[in-house]
C-alpha cells in the first residue's frame, strides 16, 4: 500500500518510521522535508492512503479530499469536527467512495490493555462495579507555547479522548452521562488538568488526566464482585504491570497473578498493520465510536471552559 504522510510534525515523524516503504512522501506547508506543501498537489494515482496527523481544523477538509478519491485515511486523534453532521457526511463519504476512514487510538494495542479487555469479557471478575484511570504527562510547558494545542478544552480532548476510547474499548457502549468533576489551568491558558465521571452508567466510571505530571504515568484500578484489576504505566514509559487479585470471602489477603512488561511501545506497528488489514479487506467506514466522543468531549468542553474561564 503506497502511503502519504500529511503532517510533519512529532506524530507525522513517528508514523512514517512505522510505514516504512510503503511511505511515498510527506505533504506539510512548513516542514522542509515534505514533499508537497499541499494535499491537492499530489497526483491522486501516486497514493492509496494517507496518515492525517495534522491539528484538529483542517482534518474535515483534508478528509473530503482523500475519501472523494477514494483514498483511504488513518486519522490521528480525535477525529474533530466542528457539527456532529459532518462527522456523518465523512462517513457516507467514505463508504459511498469504499474507502476507509480510520481514527487512531493507538493504546487498543497495548499488551496489558488487551489483555484488561480479555480479562472483563471472560466474567471472571463477576459484576465490575468501578474503574478510575488516571493519565498523565509533563508537558505543559510545550503546549503552553503550541498556538494550536493550548486552547479550547485543552487537556481534555487530548488525553480524555484515549481515556473514554479506552472504556468503550473494555466495556462496549456507554452512556453520555459524564461530568467534569474538577477542572483547572495551573500552568496553561486552556485546562491543564482534568477530571470526569460517569453519573448512571455502568460500570461506574472516573478519569482523570493532567499535563502536569513530571514524570508520564498511566495507572487504572478495575473493582469489581470477584476480585480486581490493575495496570501501572504503559510500555513506552515501561516497565508496565498488569495486576489481577481474586477476591477471598468473606475477607482477606488475596492472590495475586502479575505480569510485568519491559519493552518498546508496539503499539503504533500493530495499530498500521491493522489499519492495511482493514483496508485489504474492504472494511466498511463506521464512526460511531467517534460520534459517540464528539457528543461526550463537546458536552464535556464546553462545561470545562466554562468553569475555567
Not at 478544552?153 to 479522548?161: I, T
Amino acid at each position: 500500500m503506497r502511503v502519504l504522510v500529511v503532517g510533519y510534525g512529532v506524530q507525522g515523524k513517528k508514523r512514517l518510521k512505522v510505514a516504512g516503504s510503503d511511505g511515498i512522501g510527506v505533504v506539510d506547508p512548513i516542514a522542509a522535508e515534505a514533499n508537497w506543501r499541499d494535499l491537492r498537489e499530489v497526483p491522486v494515482d501516486r497514493y492509496d492512503a494517507a496518515i492525517v496527523c495534522t491539528p484538529d481544523a483542517p482534518k474535515m477538509e483534508l478528509l473530503r479530499h482523500l475519501l472523494g478519491h477514494g483514498k483511504h485515511a488513518l486519522v490521528e486523534k480525535p477525529l474533530w469536527a466542528a457539527r456532529e453532521d459532518e462527522l456523518h457526511e465523512i462517513e457516507s463519504l467514505a463508504r459511498a467512495h469504499r474507502a476507509l476512514c480510520y481514527t487512531a487510538y493507538n493504546h487498543r494495542f497495548e499488551p496489558h490493555y488487551v489483555r484488561m479487555r480479555d480479562l472483563i469479557a471472560s466474567g471472571a471478575l463477576g459484576k465490575i462495579y468501578r474503574c478510575r484511570m488516571f493519565y498523565g504527562n509533563g508537558t505543559a510547558w510545550l503546549v503552553r507555547d503550541s498556538a494550536w494545542r493550548d486552547e479550547g478544552a485543552g487537556v481534555l480532548p487530548d488525553l480524555g479522548s484515549h481515556l473514554l476510547d479506552t472504556a468503550r474499548f473494555w466495556f462496549g457502549d456507554l452512556g453520555e452521562d459524564f461530568r467534569v468533576v474538577s477542572v483547572n489551568r495551573f500552568e496553561n491558558r486552556a485546562p491543564d488538568h482534568v477530571v470526569i465521571g460517569s453519573e448512571a452508567t455502568q460500570p461506574k466510571i472516573e478519569l482523570e488526566m493532567t499535563l502536569l505530571s513530571w514524570r508520564n504515568h498511566f495507572t487504572c484500578d478495575v473493582f469489581a464482585e470477584k476480585g480486581s484489576a490493575h495496570i501501572e504505566s504503559l510500555c513506552k514509559w515501561g516497565p508496565t504491570t498488569f495486576t489481577r487479585r481474586t477476591r477471598i470471602l468473606p475477607s482477606g489477603r488475596p492472590p495475586e497473578d502479575a505480569v510485568t512488561l519491559v519493552q518498546d511501545d508496539p503499539t503504533w506497528a500493530l495499530e498500521y498493520a491493522h489499519f492495511k488489514q482493514l483496508c485489504a479487506a474492504g472494511t466498511q467506514t463506521d464512526l460511531g465510536n467517534d460520534l459517540w466522543l464528539h457528543r461526550v468531549l463537546g458536552t464535556l468542553g464546553a462545561v470545562a471552559t466554562g468553569r475555567s474561564a
